[in-house]
């Protein structure tokens, strides 16, 4: 019996819909959580091609087909939480596509169990390049 993978990031389904949403109207796109202050530390949806990932990011997975990268610095100090992605009431960051749409994009997390630990330290976060 094999272990089954476990995901660094997944999404409630209120942020499913709002991803589903914002695809339809906007086409690809691409999350990134940076360590910075204010909007920042929020998680923001970019289009594809619209936020340059580079060597200090790391990608986490995917939520809802939308890759979600954030940056290494961030990711230390995260890498023992798996990041839930939500949608809730408020304005979103000022250059993410959630911004008109008067919902937000807000992490939430909890801790990697034992186990999980286990699984993600022998499948370390892809690097963006």
Known sequence: ?????????IATPAA????????????PMIF???GGCCDGSAPMCFPAGEFMVGGSDVRLGTIAEVPFYMS????EYWQHTQLIID?????????????????R???RSRL??????VWLDA???????
């Open 1 to 9: 019996m094999t272990e089954p993978d476990v995901a660094r990031v």
């Open 16 to 27: 499913v819909a709002l991803i589903q949403q914002l695809a339809a109207q906007h086409g």
């Open 32 to 34: 990134h959580q940076s």
């Open 72 to 75: 290494e610095s961030q990711f």
């Open 87 to 103: 949608a809730v009431p408020g304005n979103g960051g000022m250059f993410s596509l959630e911004r008109p749409t008067g919902l």
């Open 105 to 107: 994009f807000l992490t």
């Open 112 to 117: 990697f169990e034992d186990a999980e630990n």
């Open 123 to 129: 499948h370390p976060v892809e690097r963006a390049e």
